[in-house]
Nanobody, 122 residues
């Protein structure tokens, strides 16, 4: 059974930075088995939204709201996905979730972490 565990959230002032980490554990599982991995966030009263994702080939996608401020990377050797967040604003306040997607025999399998809270004060 694969588990994704996020860490690195917290309280930061506007303009500050945080780096989120997502580590895969369970059985003998490496994140390079995920076809893609991503970071999502959900603010109070809002739907969960995709922030950024990265494919196993290294192709990245960013939501317009975070382009130029956030960077997603994956370190297969450390079995960890990262989200570097710079120039944070109060609008970035949300619970951030890590997701891994694996495609096998034309089916998609999605794995979620439990989330980590990011709060940006003005």
């Amino acid at each position: 059974q694969v588990q994704l565990v996020e860490s690195g959230g917290g309280l930061v002032q506007a303009g500050g930075s945080l780096r989120l980490s997502c580590t895969a554990s369970g059985s003998i599982f490496s994140i390079n088995r995920f076809n893609s991995m991503g970071w999502y966030r959900q603010a109070p009263g809002k739907q969960r939204e995709l922030v950024a994702d990265i494919t196993s080939g290294g192709t990245t996608y960013y939501a317009d709201s975070v382009k130029g401020r956030f960077a997603i990377t994956r370190d297969n050797a450390k079995n960890t996905l990262y989200l570097q967040m710079n120039s944070l604003t109060p609008e970035d306040t949300a619970v951030y979730y890590c997701k891994g997607t694996r495609v096998s025999t034309s089916r998609e399998y999605h794995y979620w972490g439990q989330g980590t809270q990011v709060t940006v004060s003005s």
